[in-house]
Structure formats: structure tokens, C-alpha cells
């Protein structure tokens, strides 16, 4: 399957060959204390379609956040874009969505974490639907209570659900979720195919996606600190703008890495 992901065509223009994929919360933004606080850069989605134009349409945003919530924040700028880990994606103006009524077991234990944690102040529950994501930043004390809480919600649900860690979240979701299955669904498809891939993120959850393109001869970067299998390293979504903003008015594409 790698090889026919990386076939190409003969002799590419440098940008004709490579599909940017970019993470969300904190890559592109900053992490906030609160999932609905955030802030977007006012200059970031007039960046990010210059990049797409430059890309040939072969930029994606691939994200945790329902693609919903991602569209409001970008402009109406109708990107290419993958949410909830890849379960739900739009692609040359198609959209696939999840449909939470296919997941009964989990709205149920949705409805049971909810009251779970409702004697907690300070975690908040965020319901997206085709999964849900425990946060924790605003009570560090309850790390472990979270932890505890979100196995056992995993041993009652079954092996068709994961837990998947980040930055003070747990998210429950389908086990078929990931970014890295979803940026391998997009590279099959024009105008990904034949490109090598270049991921960005910051977290946990990007690790898989890293994996992925790592293992087909892409560029993964990471942003900010943390162990991590990327082959490089931004130290902020400030600085990851900046370099972003340099490559859609010079054109040349600011990774180290990449010649």
C-alpha cells in the first residue's frame, strides 16, 4: 500500500510534491483552558488558503474537533478537513459525517460519565457526538480519578472503543478512529495521491499520524516539547504561523528537513 501512496509523478515541482496535513489545538492555536475559549489567529485562514492554492488543493486540517466547530473558527473557509480523529471528513467538497446513533452504548455512557463527574468541579465533559473527551487542566487533582473512571467506562463498552490521551484529556472513541488512518485515506484520493505527506501536531493523539507518514517517506514535525517519533521540532503555534505565513509569501517550504 506505501508504494502505491508514493507513487509519483516524473520529476514534481517541489510544492507539486509534497500534501500538508496540519493539527488544530495546539498547533495551529494555542490550548486553552476551556475547549470553547479558544482563539484563532484573524490572519490564519487567509494563510492557510494561500498554502492550499500553492498546494495544488492538497492541504488538509485533520483534527480531534468536529469538523462543525472547525469551519465556524476558520473563516468559512470550506477546507479539506478530517474531524473527530478521522471519523468524519470532507474532501473535494464531499462530506462524510458520523452519525452518533450508530454508537447507543457510548450516548449511554456518555450520559452515565456525566454524572459521574458532575460532583467534580472543574472537569468538563465534552461531547462530540461519535465520541467524548474528559478534561482535566482545570482540576489537575483529578488525574487519577479520570483515568480510573474512563478504563473502566472502556471495559464496559468493549474492544470496538479505545481511550486516547493528550494534554489533560482522555477521549473515548471508536476503535477505528485515527489521524493516521484518515491522512492514509486522504493520499488515495486527488489531489493527495502520489504526494508525500507532511504532518503537523503537538500532542499525544498526533503520535499515530507522525507513525503514519514517517512510514511513508513523508515529514512529520512536532510542536513543542514531549517525546515523540517526529523528525522535527517547533517550540509554538506562534512560531509554526510564522513559518506558515513565510512559505505562502515566499513560497519555499521552511522545514530543514525537506529539500
Given at each position: 500500500?506505501?508504494?502505491?501512496?508514493?507513487?509519483?509523478?516524473?520529476?514534481?515541482?517541489?510544492?507539486?510534491?509534497?500534501?500538508?496535513?496540519?493539527d488544530?489545538?495546539?498547533?495551529l492555536?494555542?490550548?486553552?483552558?476551556?475547549?470553547?475559549?479558544?482563539?484563532?489567529?484573524?490572519?490564519?485562514?487567509?494563510?492557510?488558503?494561500?498554502?492550499?492554492?500553492?498546494?495544488?488543493?492538497?492541504?488538509?486540517?485533520?483534527?480531534?474537533?468536529?469538523?462543525?466547530?472547525?469551519?465556524?473558527?476558520?473563516?468559512?473557509?470550506?477546507?479539506?478537513?478530517?474531524?473527530?480523529?478521522?471519523?468524519?471528513h470532507?474532501?473535494?467538497?464531499?462530506?462524510?459525517?458520523c452519525?452518533?446513533?450508530?454508537?447507543?452504548?457510548?450516548?449511554?455512557?456518555?450520559?452515565?460519565?456525566?454524572?459521574?463527574?458532575?460532583?467534580?468541579?472543574?472537569?468538563?465533559?465534552?461531547?462530540?457526538?461519535?465520541?467524548?473527551?474528559?478534561?482535566w487542566?482545570?482540576?489537575?487533582?483529578?488525574?487519577?480519578?479520570?483515568?480510573?473512571?474512563?478504563?473502566?467506562?472502556?471495559?464496559?463498552?468493549?474492544?470496538?472503543?479505545?481511550?486516547?490521551?493528550?494534554?489533560?484529556v482522555?477521549?473515548?472513541?471508536?476503535?477505528?478512529?485515527?489521524?493516521?488512518?484518515?491522512?492514509?485515506?486522504?493520499?488515495?484520493?486527488?489531489?493527495?495521491?502520489?504526494?508525500?505527506?507532511?504532518?503537523?501536531?503537538?500532542?499525544?493523539?498526533d503520535?499515530?499520524?507522525?507513525?503514519?507518514?514517517?512510514?511513508?517517506?513523508?515529514?512529520?514535525?512536532?510542536?513543542?516539547?514531549?517525546?515523540?517519533?517526529?523528525?522535527?521540532?517547533?517550540?509554538?503555534?506562534?512560531?509554526l504561523?510564522?513559518?506558515?505565513?513565510?512559505?505562502?509569501?515566499?513560497?519555499?517550504?521552511?522545514?530543514?528537513?525537506?529539500?
Amino acid at each position: 500500500m506505501a508504494e502505491a501512496l508514493l507513487r509519483r509523478s516524473p520529476q514534481p515541482e517541489a510544492e507539486e510534491s509534497w500534501a500538508l496535513f496540519l493539527d488544530f489545538d495546539g498547533t495551529l492555536v494555542d490550548i486553552v483552558e476551556r475547549p470553547e475559549a479558544v482563539f484563532v489567529d484573524p490572519a490564519l485562514p487567509g494563510i492557510l488558503a494561500e498554502l492550499e492554492t500553492r498546494l495544488g488543493g492538497a492541504l488538509a486540517i485533520v483534527s480531534g474537533r468536529p469538523i462543525s466547530f472547525l469551519d465556524r473558527r476558520l473563516g468559512g473557509h470550506r477546507f479539506d478537513i478530517a474531524g473527530l480523529h478521522g471519523l468524519e471528513h470532507r474532501i473535494g467538497g464531499q462530506l462524510f459525517l458520523c452519525d452518533p446513533d450508530e454508537h447507543p452504548r457510548l450516548r449511554e455512557m456518555v450520559d452515565r460519565l456525566a454524572g459521574v463527574f458532575s460532583s467534580k468541579p472543574g472537569i468538563l465533559i465534552e461531547d462530540k457526538g461519535c465520541s467524548v473527551a474528559i478534561h482535566w487542566r482545570l482540576a489537575p487533582i483529578e488525574r487519577d480519578f479520570v483515568h480510573a473512571t474512563v478504563h473502566a467506562a472502556l471495559e464496559a463498552l468493549g474492544s470496538d472503543y479505545r481511550v486516547q490521551f493528550g494534554k489533560a484529556v482522555a477521549e473515548i472513541l471508536p476503535a477505528a478512529a485515527g489521524k493516521g488512518k484518515v491522512i492514509e485515506k486522504f493520499l488515495v484520493q486527488p489531489p493527495y495521491r502520489g504526494r508525500r505527506p507532511i504532518f503537523i501536531g503537538d500532542d499525544l493523539t498526533d503520535e499515530n499520524g507522525f507513525r503514519a507518514v514517517n512510514a511513508l517517506g513523508g515529514y512529520s514535525v512536532r510542536i513543542g516539547p514531549g517525546e515523540t517519533v517526529a523528525r522535527e521540532r517547533l517550540g509554538s503555534p506562534a512560531e509554526l504561523r510564522h513559518s506558515l505565513a513565510l512559505w505562502a509569501e515566499q513560497g519555499s517550504i521552511p522545514f530543514q528537513g525537506i529539500r
